[in-house]
């Protein structure tokens, strides 16, 4: 017999497990039908909170995201120098990789559509991270090529990031530290 429960912890209760869903098998591949069993509702009452598989799914990376930005922006925000800042930006993302795998499979999913709220959702936290890079140097060095370093620099993150959950190689530590031994001398000579 399903347990009925109030709107707010239902709702919570499957963003969690859609959330957990998504990052498991990646958005081309979950349904709706899947969400509502492993919650154990109805598919018209999942319709009902929240109109589709994209608006459930963009409801579930909007906490993903905030949460990443959130964690990278307090780590910089002391940051003296520019590779001060990188260093400290670069340690928290890893960090937040390993404590949150899942957000990152969300946020990085290859099968999420390329075009739609959802797409613009990924690429506006992108834009967003990117920036944050960019405001961070801007703030600390004199280069004038910061920006097309800042998204350099995020690019290599994310792509390293991807190769560090796929291999599980080395700790989430080392491979900060291999980023920011890659980096930080070109950063240096600006």
Known sequence: MR???PRAEREQQ???????LFAAHGYAAVTM?????AVGVTKPLLYNYFGNKEQLF??????????LTEHVVSAVSAAASAPEA??????????????DKDAWRMLHDDS?????????RAREYRDDMEAMVTAALSERTESR??????????????????WW????????????ELLIRTIEPGLRSR
């Open 86 to 99: 990188l260093r400290d930006g670069i340690h928290a993302f890893f960090a937040f990789l390993d404590a």
């Open 165 to 176: 959950l796929r291999s599980g190689a080395m700790s989430a530590e080392r491979t900060a």
């Open 58 to 67: 963009l409801a579930c990376m909007k906490p993903a995201a905030d949460a």
């Open 112 to 120: 999420l559509p390329s075009g739609g709220d959802i797409a613009v």
């Open 14 to 20: 499957t963003l969690d497990t859609a959330r957990a």
């Open 3 to 5: 347990t009925r429960l």
């Open 33 to 37: 039908d899947q969400v509502a069993a």
């Open 145 to 162: 090529a910061v920006e097309p370093l800042s998204v350099a620099i995020f690019g290599a993150a994310e792509a390293l990031g991807r």
